[in-house]
């Protein structure tokens, strides 16, 4: 388990050499999210094979990163991370999901990579599965955007069934106008509520009958997390195969779809595919029950808990096109969906300006940095004022700059102690920035956080706990 800190948490690897990669300026783009995705599910990062055989297709064919990290457990804060390439404290989003409050939209004074890609010409195309980051209306109302639309020509709300459909159908397209592009597909994948699919007897064992209660009919995680439901034994064993049987079923229809769609119109030598995920999920690991203090520990299903642990922030990263090498697997450094917007960039062989106030940066070819660390940040707190006293807490851990506590991925010991190299200096200029720095202004007024029957969608998808 990753050791926990009140709203950041950081985890250490051994330096290392980046990858060496050829730019492929010539290149359009393609980033499917696989939404909810915990690394050790899929094959090529050390879960079943034969649960994900087109993802870990793509590794055998690019570079992929065996220790990737998002920079938050909810949707909404991770997703504006890695468009913006910013630390949730710099994209202007404040709120805690699981907490009723008021919610701060991301910046539209920042600059995404649909907007970096777009001011260049390439067309900018986004669907998305979940509702959270779409600006669709909800109830006939167009109140709550969280203003992720930012440099898209298009961004659409389709569920997983419409993705599979309409994926290839964009990318065709797009790859027929002429132009370079940047396709942007999310799915909800293994997100909670996970349906018994059909032939899941076949792939998960007959052992599974089906009087056990299933995931999206009779309960959400909030019933176990609330103990109103044994999730132990068969009953977990049962929720663990739900969730790798809709891996398995997103693998299939999204990414292996849009795979065969690249490979008939011949794009392979000129398109980046990006695969990765928002975040993870809990399965049943142990999270502590209040959070900066010593009340003990308790299990727990979803990601709406504040708790920053491996299973929620560990998430799969690949990427495969012209000028990287095949079959690589990074273990030596730690990688950041941060990172994912610069090290688009660069491949595309298009110069990083600090204007844009990334926080992220390359992890392969010229000017990459192979990291030995990962931030990530639960949230801001309910008030302003509980909201100043984490980052002050979180402060006085890095009050001294001359040396930094490092979390171990393997949970060995929480602290280690790190001699100041270039590396050790480029994470307290981060830091120094992180804590100390002001958030770019958001919008006027707060947005209402969600009610009514949207409330009510997102409890169902376990997303908020009460």
Known sequence: MLPVLSALALIGAAHAAPVSAQQCDGCSVLWIVIDTTRADRVGCFGGRADMTPNIDGLCARGVAYQFNYAQAPPTMLSVGSYFSGRYRRSTGMDFMLWEDQDFHPMSDQITTLAEVLSDLGFQTVGLTANPMISDRKHQGRTEFNLNYSQGFDSWSFADDVAIEKKGPVLLEQLAKSGDRFF????????????????????????????????????????????????ASGLQGEYLRALYDDNLWQADQRVVGTLLAKVKSLGLEDRLLIVVSSDHGEALGEQHEKGVGTKQGHMTYWGHSHPTLVDATLHVPLVFSGPGLPANVKVKEQIAENVDIAPTIVNHLGIPLQSGWGWDGAPLFGPGAVASTWSIADQGAGKTARSAARTFTQTTSWYESWNRYLYYDRSGAGPRKMVAATAEHNR??????????????????????????EFLDQLKALGYMDE
Do not use: C, S, W
């Not at 349906?195 to 299933?214: H, M, N, S, V, Y």
């Not at 307290?428 to 947005?447: C, I, N, Q, R, S």
């Open 183 to 230: 396709l942007y597909l999310h799915a909800m994948g293994p997100h909670f509520p996970n349906a018994r699919l059909p032939g899941f007897e076949k792939r998960q064992g007959a052992r599974f009958p089906k009087t056990l209660a299933q995931a999206d009919q009779d309960f959400n995680y909030t019933e176990i997390n609330r103990g109103k439901l044994d």
């Open 427 to 452: 994470l307290e200029g981060v830091l120094k920035k992180y804590v100390a720095g002001a958030h770019p202004p958001a919008a006027d007024t707060d947005m209402a956080a969600p009610e009514g």
